[in-house]
């Protein structure tokens, strides 16, 4: 328990917290604000009425998920003043213009047009309707642009250098545009997206399978269904680029990538490591299945490497990153779910094009609907093994080369961040119970199918005007008295 006494390691702790919680809730916002600008352009296009249903049923998730997403977002970036307030100070005049770019751009356009997306339905125009679903997608997938750049930054610095231990900015363009940057936030683009079309699946596939409303539903299956044939593939080749983009910048993140503890030189096949019980102290791995000349294939489709992969031995064991272990299984498990939804796909389009997916024959198909139901959640475990690996792997530099990130801490008590520890982790625990909850009561009560569609006109038995025919009063008089 000796970590309870360092006051770094428990900011560490704190950060990570945080961060993994605070990712859930936009994951799945940027990615559903984009189903979102589908579905009313399809009510708006086919005057459908169970696309103007999807669109009110569905942003129900979408409000929930955002206002937690808020909540837990900003204490997030208030750490950057209090717990990380040397790097702050070191790298503020780049790094605090993006973050407030991500603020002023993307979460200000979110919120101001929030409103009417979600109550504007019969007060505004519908293209002024569609146009506020429009920039609130927008607005939440800038985020990722802003947050993923601000990040790349820290993986591949550029645009400057470090005087006087400050980062002074020479060309902004080209800090923003650093190596990692486009790949990164095509990468996390496509992973929202991907979590948010295998969310609405499997909520859809569990009406499906409970017999429940389940024309409708099959709707909203095929919908993200044709969104994965392109988004999986895609997300693949992607993560390729990107482990690419690794093997050329950050060789000691690769290393422990793989599990790679000896040097691999260039022109020769490499082994690949399928599994592995890694041993940091023994510098070795314990135990390992390896497919022979399989890691030139992996990095560059190709047997031959044609720049060497340097082990971690190569680096002194401050400069190489600590939880091996970690950072290998979690980057195994964000590749296997990758691969996994990609082979949902392709099932659910052959069993598509075999017509077993029509209202009549869609509720047989259980194994696939339970797979579906199975893969809602597994977009997140990918997301979040994700930022483990490029955060993680990153160690023991906070900017990557230049300031360590035991340099970039502030001073603190132990017991101060301690009982800030303790308290996010009590609140967030409440906040996702209750997410839970609420969640799974939108699901329980479902869809209102029988809200009114706006520009229809409700019948109604039509009302006869006519002046009612005189009756005398025939009650005795002393009754009429």
């Not at 009510?43 to 909540?71: C, E, M, Q």
């Not at 820290?154 to 650093?178: C, R, S, W």
């Not at 950072?327 to 082979?343: D, K, L």
């Amino acid at each position: 328990m000796e970590f309870l006494s360092d006051s770094i390691v428990l900011s560490r702790m704190q950060f990570a917290l945080t961060a993994i919680f605070h990712i859930l809730w936009p994951v799945l916002t940027t990615g559903m604000g984009i189903y979102l600008v589908i579905v009313e352009g399809l009510w708006l296009k086919t005057r459908n009425p169970d696309y103007y249903l999807h669109a009110h049923f569905w942003s129900k998730f979408y409000v929930l998920n955002f206002g937690i997403g808020v909540a837990t977002g900003i204490p997030m970036e208030f750490q950057f003043g209090t717990n990380w307030a040397p790097f702050s100070e070191a790298v503020g005049n780049f790094f605090g213009s993006v973050i407030g770019f991500e603020a002023s751009w993307a979460f200000m356009l979110e919120a101001a047009f929030l409103g009417i997306m979600l109550f504007g339905w019969e007060r505004v125009n519908p293209t002024i309707h569609y146009l506020s679903t429009i920039l609130v997608a927008v607005g939440a997938n800038l985020s990722t642009l802003w947050i993923l750049t601000a990040n790349s930054w820290m993986q591949t610095p550029a645009g400057g250098e470090l005087v006087n231990g400050k980062f002074v900015v020479h060309d902004y363009f080209q800090a923003i545009l650093n190596p990692f940057m486009i790949n990164s936030v095509l990468h996390m683009f496509f992973a929202t997206l991907e979590t948010s079309l295998f969310v609405i699946g499997g909520i859809s596939a569990w009406y499906i399978l409970q017999r429940r409303n389940t024309a409708f539903f099959s709707k909203s299956l095929k919908i993200v269904l044709a969104g994965a044939i392109a988004v999986a593939p895609l997300q693949i080749y992607i993560g390729h680029l990107s482990g690419e983009q690794v093997y050329h910048y950050q060789p000691t993140k690769l290393a422990a990538m793989e599990a790679q503890w000896k040097f691999s030189p260039a022109g020769k096949p490499a082994d690949w490591s399928l599994l592995a019980i890694p041993n940091a102290k023994a510098e070795k791995n314990d135990w390992e299945i390896t497919i022979p000349n399989a890691l030139g294939y992996i990095l560059e489709f190709k047997q031959n490497l044609s720049q060497p992969v340097r082990g971690l031995k190569e680096w002194k064991p401050e400069d190489r990153p600590k939880m091996v272990g970690l950072i290998y299984y979690a980057f195994r498990i964000m590749i296997g779910i990758g691969f996994f939804f990609a082979g949902l796909m392709l099932l659910s389009s052959l069993q598509w094009l075999r017509g077993k997916l029509s209202v009549d024959n869609i509720s047989q198909q259980r194994w696939l609907m339970w797979g579906w139901v199975f893969a809602a959640p597994l977009g997140y475990i990918a997301v979040e093994s994700g930022w483990i690996v490029r955060c993680v792997g990153r160690q023991p530099w906070v900017l990557y080369g230049k300031i360590r990130t035991v340099d970039a801490a502030s001073h603190l008590p132990a017991s101060n961040i301690l009982v800030s520890l303790t308290s996010f982790t009590t609140v967030y625990t409440v906040l996702f119970i209750a997410a839970l909850y609420f969640s799974s009561r939108i699901i329980r009560t479902g869809p209102n199918l029988n809200l009114p569609i706006p520009g229809v006109e409700i019948t109604k038995p039509a009302v006869d005007t006519k002046p009612a025919e005189f009756l005398p009063d025939e009650r005795p008089v002393e009754a009429q008295q």
